[in-house]
């Protein structure tokens, strides 16, 4: 079965800098969620959206933002990183906001 | 706001062993409430899920979890670890009705299965 795709896996970013993480969600999902996972730390909830509009806020930092384009397809997108944003992050998708979350093998950032 | 609440951070069992992971949640409305197992280096994997109805459900890889109301609890239980069930456990809790609300986690529990 399709699962949701994350790319890059694995991203160096230096401080100061911007990154960009993309999600491709299950075909026919049409709701994306994001997630920060720092070492040893439970996953939080940063963003969400539905049909391309933003749906629930978590503890995103204002310096992040993201958007769900016609493809349903979402980024995130980073500025003025700081060392404490080296974290995993994760994307979920569900079908039509029913409350099953499909999770993403997640992209490893790490500032330096 | 919701919180999960898991009461064993780090758990050692032996193989066959039986397992009972606790979660509590505190919400005021109704939840929808669900445990996830990451593998090391792996993602999280939905285990089950507890939506309405019986309040035991069945999930994969031979888990259950009862849901008790009174209680605020959904307890992971498993009645013979493998090995292979080494891995943290995530019980997490968003809130019914918004339907793309964010997951809320517990703190996770690190199970070890010695052979």
């Known amino acids: 079965a399709a699962g949701v795709i994350q790319s890059p896996r694995h991203l160096i970013k230096e401080k100061r800098e911007t990154a960009t993480l993309k999600c491709y969600p299950i075909?026919?999902?049409?709701?994306v969620y994001w997630y920060q996972q720092g070492p040893g730390q439970d996953p939080q909830f940063l963003i969400s959206?539905?049909?391309?509009?933003?749906?629930d806020k978590g503890s995103i930092p204002d310096r992040f933002s993201a958007q769900q384009f016609s493809d349903y397809h979402s980024e995130l997108n980073m500025s003025s990183l700081e060392l404490g944003d080296s974290a995993l992050y994760f994307c979920?998708?569900?079908?039509?906001?029913?409350?099953?979350?499909?999770f993403g093998p997640g992209t490893r950032l790490t500032v330096t | 706001a919701q919180s999960v609440s898991q009461h064993n951070h780090h758990v050692i069992l032996s193989e066959a062993a039986s397992l009972e992971l606790g979660c509590n949640y505190s919400?005021?409305?109704?939840?929808?409430l669900f445990w996830y197992v990451q593998y090391p280096g792996q993602h999280l994997q939905l285990l089950l899920k507890?939506?309405?109805?019986?309040?035991l459900v069945k999930g994969i890889k031979g888990f259950e979890a009862e849901f008790i109301k009174s209680k605020f609890s959904f307890n992971l239980r498993k009645p013979s670890v493998q090995w292979s069930d080494t891995a943290e456990y995530f019980c997490?809790?968003?809130?019914?009705?918004?339907?793309?609300?964010?997951?809320?986690f517990g703190k996770g529990t690190h199970l070890i299965i010695q052979p």
């Open positions: 979920a998708s569900s079908p039509s906001r029913t409350y099953e979350q499909y």
């Open positions: 075909p026919r999902h049409d709701t």
């Open positions: 959206f539905y049909e391309k509009m933003q749906s």
């Open positions: 919400y005021g409305g109704t939840v929808n």
């Open positions: 507890y939506f309405s109805g019986d309040p």
């Open positions: 997490a809790v968003n809130a019914k009705g918004g339907g793309a609300d964010g997951l809320t």
